[in-house]
DNA sequence: TTTTACATCCGTATTTATACTTAATTTTTA
DNA sequence: TAAAAATTAAGTATAAATACGGATGTAAAA
């Protein structure tokens, strides 16, 4: 019986290091490659064919988990990923989800745990525990998952105000009116659907608008 | 030759158990536990009292890695603490050492460099490498170290802030009036020496704090 | 033990942001 | 080309944040 090829993508060598040793216990799984950002395993994988399952980390430099997800998805890779993120959140997993991973853990999570995740993704399913999935449901049940397209106006506008600029500050550096930039900041609130500046600049860090 | 006997404290289980695996394959170092939070660390060093170093991680639950130093250092352990975090921050730093730390690593360290500082320290050492001690001293000279330390109380209210509540939200959330958040926002500005809420939403979540 | 930081609160004033509305012009896209 | 979205702007009003100043008790650090 051949083992499930699995390779790591997380930029904390550490818990990479610790991880492939963890995973190396289990006979029936390989760990083949371990890399430090998005970029390093798209190069890996582009020699290396026979890959199944990726641990992918969500915060890396450079190229981060959700633009690994999203170059999978545009190659039509066969393999499948498991995001592995300290991000107890429903907004995460969601996009995570949507951007075509098989299964998302915390990192929080155990050997056990990560063994079972790992031979139910290589069998073709998706993988979730009760905690994930509870927080998934509460996350679309009260927010829309679809993102609302930011204008390129607003981005610039929403760029100065995250830099400490006021709207009169924004209105004379872009040579229009203080009316036009508070028309800008309302509609970015609302595409966000946040209530005011402190969450937008969160949501828009999130979201990597900034 | 008797071995060093480290304990690792951090509330992620699988960082944890893949920490102990790298340290395991050291002879000379002997992991004697493993827990993930203060507490624990505190109930296992009155059992066992020949413990030499605690690799400890700054952010979990109930007791943090500051008030586990705090701790080590109000009962004159002679436990020698490393730091491990993903605060690759001046701040973080300066705190930890003032606290008491032997050592600073970042998460993204490699195992050569972990054995190094726990040999390092063993020996009743100070660790840390070029990039720690260059964050410091870019820290230590851009204004006074204390001045810029964020408080609990003001991190409580940084990440309700950057949830969307107003002061007047989060003065009800925590009891207090809302010229207690007022001074604390405003606190909080000076020591990040940010303008606005929006340029400190920006920041707080570039060095980590929320 | 003296100083320093922390957490708590108030007065007064000004600036800034947000809410709700409407609407003209330009650009993009279906 | 017609429809949709983006960019521009404004009236009116309120809510919230920031800027100064000050104060007190307590806990921790030097």
Redesign the interface.
């Not at 105000?161 to 400490?164: E, P, V, Y």
């Given at each position: 019986m051949s083992k499930i090829k699995v390779i790591i993508a997380d930029?904390?060598?550490?818990?990479r290091?610790?991880?492939?040793?963890?995973v190396k216990?289990q006979e029936n799984i390989e760990v083949i490659g371990s890399v430090?950002d998005g970029n390093q395993f798209l190069n890996i994988i582009k020699k290396n064919k026979e890959v199944d399952i990726v641990l992918l980390d969500i915060t890396m430099p450079n190229m981060d988990g959700f633009d690994v997800l999203k170059k999978l998805k545009d190659i039509k890779s066969s393999i499948k990923p498991i995001i592995?993120s300290?991000h107890n959140d429903g907004n995460y997993m969601a996009k995570c989800f949507k951007s075509g991973a098989y299964g998302y853990?915390l990192?929080?999570?155990?050997?056990k745990e990560?063994n079972t995740a790992i031979e139910t993704v290589y069998l073709g399913k998706k993988y979730f525990n009760t905690e994930v999935t509870e927080k998934m449901i509460n996350f679309m049940s009260s927010n829309s998952v679809s993102e609302k397209i930011i204008s390129k106006k607003e981005t610039e506008v929403l760029m100065l105000?995250?830099?400490?600029l006021?709207t009169k500050e924004i209105a004379n550096q872009l040579f229009v009116s203080s009316r036009t930039i508070e028309t800008h900041r309302a509609n970015i609130l609302k595409k966000l659907e946040?209530?005011?500046?402190?969450?937008?600049?969160?949501k828009a860090?999130k979201i990597k608008l900034?």
């Open positions: 930029d904390h060598e550490l818990f290091n610790g991880l492939t040793e963890l216990k430090a592995i300290m853990l990192k929080n999570t155990d050997e990560l105000i995250s830099k400490g006021t946040v209530k005011n500046t402190a969450e937008l600049i969160k860090v900034i």
